[in-house]
């Protein structure tokens, strides 16, 4: 039997991978995605591409009505956690209303399960190593749309039998990411810095931790979860476990592109120190060999010759700003 599934994202970063995944798997894939953050060059000869956003609630009816989906893979996001103080409007019709258009065409054409990548921002600050089982905190209205799309999924199996997986995935990096975002995605930032002969921007005194985790360690849970009875209806950290700082983090990525640069230190920004979670669920559920996921280095290595062959590109600035006040004014640069 061929599943028909719905990516949302897909010419995204880690819809991309998701897709060559399922379709690896024999699924047949409709690629849904405004190409505000994704690009053509990044989709699947072998899906079917749709240009559009998902907060087209019209869009999405027909989309359900002509496809009969059994699954839906919810990638689509705007995924600036820092950015989303001042976008707030933008931040909860893309991530929070636009999802809702998701989960009630799912019930409505009886989608067998919804697999939605929410994130690690759900938690907050100070619940280290981050467990499923933590009371969430969100401290950024980004994590507060996750949140809230993962509460809504939960009490949608509860009223009407819609099966779910949700994954927490951090600092995911690997081939296909934008390069060009300077809002997100530090590893993509330094990258293009460097390749544009620039100086690496750090956001205080770069101590700051993260498990930063390589997009082959996470994109095949992704696409198989729905195959995966004990993962139904269930919440799952996914990522590396090591952490590192921002500053170990500029040195490899300077080591990996043999290119040396200063650190432009900026003033500290309002974010969550460390964060790092811990995956023994996922471990556990997937059958994940925790010492054969994919180091920092190698990742980075990886990476680094895929964005030397691609080429640097130019950052785009974000036109549509609501709140200026504490706004980190390298963001207002062109």
Known sequence: MTYKSLVTGGAGFIGAHVTHELIAMGHQVTILDDLSGGFEENLHSDAVFVKGSITDHELMSRLFDE????????????????????????????????????????????????????????????????????????????????????????????????????????????????????????????????????????????????????????????????NVEAAQNEVFNIGADKDFTIIELANTIMDAMSIRKELRHLPPRNEVVHAYADHSKAHRVFNIDPEATTSLREGIEKMAAWAQNAGSRKSSKFEAIEIYENLPSVWLED
């Open 67 to 226: 496809n009969g989906f059994d699954y839906v893979y919810h990638l689509a996001a705007y995924a600036a956690e820092g950015l989303s103080h001042f976008i707030k409007r933008f931040n909860y019709n893309n991530n929070l209303i636009g999802s809702i258009n998701l989960v009630n065409e799912s019930v409505k054409h009886g989608v067998k399960c919804f697999v939605y990548t929410s994130s690690i921002a759900v938690y907050g600050a100070n619940q280290l190593p981050m467990r499923e089982d933590m009371i969430p905190q969100p401290e950024d209205p980004y994590g507060i749309a996750k949140l809230a799309v993962e509460q809504d999924l939960k009490v949608s199996h509860e009223m009407f039998g819609l099966n779910y997986v949700i994954f927490r995935p951090h600092n995911v990096y690997g081939e296909f990411q934008n390069l060009g975002d300077k809002y997100r995605n530090v590893i993509g930032i330094f990258m293009n810095q460097l390749m544009q002969g620039h100086e690496l921007t750090v956001f205080g005194d770069g101590q700051q931790t993260r498990a930063f985790s390589y997009i082959s360690d996470v994109a095949p849970y992704i696409a198989k979860a729905v």
